[in-house]
């Protein structure tokens, strides 16, 4: 599919998005914020007294205000998983993911070759394991539980087992000690929370990933462990879980991804029927022992093995398939506009795809007329600018004489921040009538792109939240009626209401099509990119962190409802507040 990167008029060259950042060309000090103009207010005007009305069994109940401040509150004590699993399990489905593209045959050149050791295994480096986030950390920190619980969860050999609390230090306050140890750095044994203070009982600022070498600031003795030891740049760990190195301190940003990537390894699903993943290479090749895999199944791969004609697949779990069973996911290239880009930019402007037939070429006309001379056509999501709205509200022009359906496009708005949100502070509006998403710095727009939001039935939440957990990568299983699904390691993962999230979808490249079970999927380059831009920031080394009262997580506006027929809203849908003038 050809994606044009330059608006019919004025012509705009293409901006490249840095995916590491929002605004790595945002901050430039002759770029100031302007607010929308008379002209664009007026259209904007225009444009919601001629919206369709909202369908009666779509969208999420309404609250009022007060209603909404409760619900932001207590986030953080959200634990339930509709579309989460604290425990991940293979079953009961052969339906596809919501808006899955069709897998395609793997190519072997892409995927490593796994060298194998004396036993007979493959070798696996212990970078490769270093990002456990999905059921490790989610056990560690969305249930109230600690990292004692879940010590060598992650299948590190090396865990270490927590001590017994001492009964004679219960109550005692913790106090520094001298820590001077004779090393470069200090390494972690494995993934473990870290502490806000020097206490196993204190809250989790999040979790630092096995095998990075970090610095430390000093150290304490504490109710529950001899030596605590203050890392950098923030929060505790028991010494019992680091190890003093002689090299340098070494932490890299998670999930690891390759230059010139879009996701952090191949990801493929799983086909066929009565197929088993093996625990070890030597039984997958004797078909032995195997655990029979039932619905929807989606695996990162590690590395393959061949074995005389046969080729196996290591998947980051541990398990082994054969190859002539999975199918490879190829993730969308598609991104949005950054900064630089949204200068250059007249507001509104909008992406020019069908909302009927998304794949196909948009038409333009040369009067506001279905029966007009067509004038052209564009490829699909092509940037437009938005002149002018038809009296009915049914078409807009783009151009002189180029006239496009209201339906074909998807209007990109720039809007006030709203009065909660601090002068000058980050947040996302995410409008999920058009299918789009702005990140704002106050009222400036530093990033614009397309998202899939969840389909009628399955709805997005509307209101105002804030991301409370952020994690690098994410397991998530959910369920399509008596059917269900289970997708590994999905990456750049931001919590901002219970387990709806926004992040990758890797599995499709339909955004701006509502088609997710309520979760905001993004593109790849896109999530990259907003994970490293809101908060709470992931230190470099952390697999995830939680939002804390000095360091709070992004706003999140959600408003509209999205442009699809209504079907039937799934039992046990959470119901979450949202204030009316959204």
Same mark, same amino acid.
């Given at each position: ?11 705009? #060259? &293409? ?13 430039? =000090? ?49 634990? +339930? &998983? ?6 991940? +399990?293979?079953?009961? +489905? ?83 000690? =001298?820590?001077? #140890? ?35 600031? @000093? ?45 952090? @390894?191949?990801? %493929? ?12 290479? *030597? ?95 564009? #490829? ?5 600018? !938005? ?11 783009? &151009?002189?004489?180029?006239?496009? *359906? ?12 709203? +009065?909660? !949100? ?25 990033? %614009? ?19 409370? !957990? ?53 593109? #790849? ?58």
């Amino acid at each position: 599919m050809f994606f044009a990167c330059a608006p019919v008029e004025p012509p705009v #060259p &293409a901006a490249p998005v840095d995916a590491g950042t929002v605004t790595a060309q945002a901050s430039a =000090p002759d770029v100031e914020a302007t607010p929308p103009t008379e002209s664009a207010q007026a259209l904007r005007s225009a444009w919601q007294a001629t919206a369709p009305e909202p369908a009666d069994g779509g969208g999420v109940t309404h609250a009022t205000a007060p209603a909404l401040l409760s619900a932001v509150d207590t986030t953080e004590d959200a634990g +339930s &998983a509709l579309s989460l699993s604290l425990e991940p +399990s293979l079953s009961q +489905s052969t339906e596809a993911l919501p808006g899955e593209e069709e897998p395609q045959v793997i190519t072997e050149s892409e995927v490593p070759v796994l060298e194998l050791g004396p036993d007979g295994e493959p070798l696996i480096d212990a970078d490769d394991d270093a990002t456990a986030t999905g059921t490790e950390a989610l056990s560690q920190d969305l249930d109230g539980g600690s990292a004692v619980s879940n010590a060598g969860a992650d299948g590190d050999e090396d865990a270490v087992a927590e001590a017994p609390l001492a009964e004679v230090d219960a109550g005692m306050e913790p106090y520094a000690i =001298p820590y001077a #140890p004779d090393a470069g750095s200090l390494r972690v044994r494995r993934s473990i929370a870290v502490r806000s203070e020097p206490r196993q009982d204190s809250p989790s600022l999040g979790t630092v990933a096995q095998d990075m070498r970090v610095k430390w600031q @000093g150290a304490m003795r504490g109710p529950d462990c001899d030596t605590w030891v203050q890392l950098q740049p923030r929060g505790w760990v028991c010494e019992r879980y680091l190890e003093q190195n002689f090299r340098e301190p070494r932490v890299r940003p998670l999930p690891r991804v390759e230059e010139g990537a879009l996701t952090p @390894g191949v990801y %493929a699903r799983v086909v066929g029927h009565r197929v088993r993943a093996y625990p070890s290479l *030597a039984l997958a090749r004797k078909r032995r022992q195997g655990v029979l895999l039932k619905g929807s199944v989606t695996v990162k791969l590690l590395g393959q093995v061949k074995v005389g004609r046969r080729t196996f697949w290591r998947t980051s779990d541990g398990q082994y398939f054969e190859a002539r069973v999975l199918r490879e996911h190829r993730p969308s290239d598609f991104s949005g506009l950054d900064a630089e880009a949204l200068a250059s930019l007249p507001m509104p402007f909008g992406w020019a795809q069908s909302r009927t037939a998304p794949r196909t070429d948009v038409v333009v006309r040369k009067a506001p007329d279905a029966k007009a001379e067509r004038e052209t056509t564009l #490829p699909p999501r092509t940037l437009v600018s !938005v002149k002018e709205l038809s009296p009915n509200g049914q078409w807009v022009r783009i &151009a002189e004489d180029h006239w496009v *359906a209201r339906d074909d496009l998807h209007v990109a708005w720039s809007l006030a921040s709203p +009065s909660i !949100v601090e002068p000058g502070a980050r947040w996302l509006d995410v409008d999920l009538e058009s299918q789009t998403l702005i990140a704002y710095e106050g009222d400036r727009p530093v990033y %614009a792109t397309l998202i899939s939001s969840g389909k009628p039935g399955t709805d997005t939440p509307e209101g105002l939240f804030r991301i409370w !957990v952020k994690f690098a990568e994410a397991d998530m299983t959910g369920t399509m009626g008596k059917a269900s699904y289970r997708v590994a390691t999905v990456p750049w993962t931001m919590f901002f209401e219970g387990d709806f999230a926004l992040h990758t979808a890797y599995w499709h490249d339909r955004f701006g099509e509502p088609v997710s079970h309520g979760c905001i999927n993004l593109a #790849p380059r896109d999530a990259r990119a907003l994970y490293a831009w809101t908060t709470p920031e992931v230190p470099t080394g952390w697999s995830m962190v939680h939002a804390m009262p000095d360091d709070p997580g992004t706003w999140v506006r959600i408003r509209g409802q999205a442009h699809e027929a209504p079907k039937k809203r799934r039992k046990g849908a959470p119901v979450v507040a949202a204030v009316r003038d959204l």
